[in-house]
């Protein structure tokens, strides 16, 4: 079994930082790209910064500049650090992963839970 576990949302005003962390416990035998995507009210989720094994990053353009995707392999942890945040920011991020587990061969994507980020004007 695999679980993703994010933490570090909150409020915060705009212009401020907040950091997300994820980290992925279980049955894990590798791990592949990590990534965050956020999904605002009545609007489809995206993906906002995703990391692959080789630590290639890309960013969606509204983030570039602001946003920095990191993974601690070790940790099996992805975390994104976000800057200058905007009231547009706001939205529920989610923690995504390519695994492959131990228990079933071939690689899944799995989500967290998901974290509320609220900026405030």
């Known amino acids: 079994q695999v679980q993703l576990v994010e933490s570090g949302g909150g409020l915060v005003q705009a212009g401020g930082s907040l950091r997300l962390t994820c980290t992925a416990s279980g049955s894990i035998f590798s791990i592949n790209a990590m990534g965050w995507y956020r999904q605002a009210p009545g609007q489809q989720r995206e993906l906002v910064a995703r990391?692959?094994?080789?630590?290639?990053?890309n960013y969606v353009d509204s983030v570039k500049g602001r946003f920095t995707i990191a993974r601690d392999n070790a940790k099996n942890s992805v975390y994104l650090q976000m800057n200058s945040l905007k009231p547009e920011d706001t939205a529920v991020y989610y923690c995504?992963?390519?695994?492959?587990?131990?228990?079933?061969?071939?690689?899944?994507?799995?989500w967290g839970q998901g974290t509320q980020v609220t900026v405030s004007s």
């Open positions: 990391i692959t094994s080789g630590n290639s990053t």
């Open positions: 995504n992963a390519v695994i492959r587990p131990l228990s079933r061969y071939g690689s899944f994507g799995y």
